[in-house]
T-cell receptor
């Protein structure tokens, strides 16, 4: 069964450093998402992406965050200058349609900012 | 504000019994709901979904019930197995964005 893959599984970085989290969505999916989950809390929406544009973003997704689809398979999340509070699990997801279609999630990247 | 929530944060179930996990939502405009299962160290895994024009949907060992009148969603797991131990999230679509509830941790006792 096709799946969403994310790399790395764990990223440790120092405060102020830039990180890029990588995702390969399911190949025939057209809609892409990033969510995050702070330890012990619920999964929070960050951003949705379609047709090489951001469709929607949350208040969490400020100017320090950016997304890109640099080629036909990868979907990346960049955090320009990490803060301690950015420490979380970051999940990439994709779906085949915009609505009434389940999101399929990767296993996440655990980001630890020290 | 609008939110999706679960009634109980934890549920302990005897192996072989049926489990019922509840969820309340507040956005009456939501038209699509999903249950996800999250095991330790993994991402949310799709279990079953339901559209607002339905009130019940069945899958393999799972049933989702939707009561739009009271804005309540439930997930029933038949004959709960040890592998069902996980955190279960309900999620709703709100302006094409999926919003998650807080999660219920289900522990299956042998």
């Amino acid at each position: 069964e096709p799946e969403v893959t994310q790399t790395p599984s764990h990223q440790v970085t120092q405060m102020g450093q830039e990180v890029i989290l990588r995702c390969v969505p399911i190949s025939n999916h057209l809609y892409f998402y990033w969510y995050r989950q702070i330890l012990g809390q619920k999964v929070e929406f960050l951003v949705s992406f379609y047709n090489n544009e951001i469709s929607e973003k949350s208040e969490i997704f400020d100017d320090q965050f950016s997304v890109e689809r640099p080629d036909g398979s990868n979907f990346t999340l960049k955090i320009r200058s990490t803060k301690l509070e950015d420490s979380a699990m970051y999940f990439c997801a994709s779906s085949i349609a915009e609505n009434n279609s389940p999101l399929h999630f990767g296993n996440g990247t655990r980001l630890t900012v020290t | 504000g609008e939110s999706v929530g679960l009634h109980l944060p934890t549920l302990s179930v005897q192996e072989g019994d049926n489990s019922i996990i509840n969820c309340a939502y507040s956005n009456s405009a939501s038209d699509y709901f999903i249950w996800y299962k999250q095991e330790s160290g993994k991402g949310p895994q799709f279990i079953i979904d339901i559209r607002s024009n339905m009130d019940k949907r069945q899958g393999q060992r799972v049933t989702v019930l939707l009561n739009k009148t009271v804005k309540h969603l439930s997930l029933q797991i038949a004959a709960t197995q040890p592998g069902d131990s996980a955190v279960y999230f309900c999620a709703e679509t709100d302006d094409y964005k999926l919003s998650f509830g807080a999660g219920t941790t289900v522990t299956v006792r042998a």
